[in-house]
């Protein structure tokens, strides 16, 4: 196998993207019943505004990260890794890229948020060193929201 790279997305990825994304939120479906926001998002827009990566190799998409920069924290808004490339660590690396990319922006925290019902995400992200801070709903979705400080060891 290819040596899995992190890139910036470009527009003609947003098919591989979308793909990817439908790929590792469908586990979720049955459970939430509905679409999680990440199978929503136009990724068209979100690569032309430079906010997509994804891990690749070979030239193929094997996992997503949308970051959102804040004035204050870079926002982790979702992380996707195609089901058949799950286990080999690319999620802990597209996290640590989203860390290391927050700190070259001198953003002292990387907030995110996962649905309340993905009870695995909350349990990967907390062995990442995210702590929990609160619980909302948010239109029809209920939040667990977690940040990791930058700046205390963090990252």
């Not at 469908?26 to 679409?35: D, T």
Request: glycine letters at 12%.
């Amino acid at each position: 196998m290819d040596e899995v790279r992190i890139r910036p997305t470009a527009a003609e990825d947003a098919d591989a993207v979308a793909t990817c994304v439908e790929a590792a939120y469908a586990v979720f479906l049955e459970r939430l019943g509905r679409k999680p926001a990440p199978m929503l998002a136009d990724y068209g827009d979100l690569i032309g505004r430079g906010r997509v990566w994804v891990a690749a190799e070979g030239g193929e998409v094997r996992g997503v990260l949308v970051l959102l920069p804040e004035p204050d924290h870079m926002l982790v808004w979702s992380v996707a890794v195609d089901p058949a490339f799950q286990g080999r660590g690319l999620g802990r690396r597209l996290m640590a890229f989203a860390e290391a990319h927050a700190a070259g922006l001198g953003l002292r925290d990387v907030r995110l948020f996962t649905n309340e019902l993905m009870a695995e995400n909350v349990a990967f992200y907390g062995r990442l060193g995210y702590e929990e801070t609160e619980r909302r709903t948010e239109g029809t979705y209920r939040r667990v929201f977690m940040r990791k400080s930058l700046t205390n060891g963090g990252g």
